[in-house]
C-alpha cells in the first residue's frame, strides 16, 4: 500500500512540474511578445522624431521610408539594395541614400523631381564618410542629373548603366 501511495505521489509531482513547466513556457513567450511589440513601437514613435537611417543593412522598413521621402516615388520591384545614411548635426544637413533599379525607375525619379542631367561629371558634396554602397570613384565618372537652389540645397542622382546602381545624395548649403 505505501508503495502505492509513494508511485501516485512521484506520478502527481512529475504531472505538476510538467504543468508547471508548461505554464512557465507560456509566460516566456507572452512576455517575448510583449516586449516585441513594445520595441515596435518604440522604433516608431523614434522613427516619427528622428528619421532614421540604415547605412550598415539595406532594404530595412526605414531607408524604404527615406527612400520614399526623399526621392518622391513609389517602391516597385525593381528597387533593391536601399541604403541610406542622413547627418542633420549642425546648421546643415546631407542625405545619402544607394539602391539598384531599372532606367525606367531612374526616368520616374528624374521627372518627378525635375532633375537635369549635367554636361560634366560633379561629385556634389565632399564627406569624409566612407561606406561599401557608396562608390566615390565611380560617381566621379558619371554625369549627374541635380536640381536645387543657389546657396540653399542641391539634389544629386548618378546612375551606373552597368551595374544599375543609382547613387542619391540631398544637401543644404
Partial sequence: ML???I????FACSRLKREGQEVVNETHEKANRVKEKISDKKDEIVDRVFNTYNSVKPDTDN??????EHL???LTEDIKNIYAYGDFLGA???VLISFNCDTSTINRIIKKNNMQLKNEA???LFFGEEFT???KKKIEKIKPYKEGKEG????YLWFDRKSKTAYYEVFSL
Fill in 152 to 155: 540653399e540645397y542641391w539634389h
Fill in 92 to 94: 546643415d544637413y546631407k
Fill in 7 to 10: 508511485g501516485l505521489g512521484i
Fill in 63 to 68: 531607408n524604404k521610408k527615406r527612400f520614399k
Fill in 133 to 135: 554602397w557608396w562608390d
Fill in 122 to 124: 560633379d561629385q556634389g
Fill in 72 to 74: 518622391r516615388v513609389d
Fill in 3 to 5: 508503495v502505492v501511495i
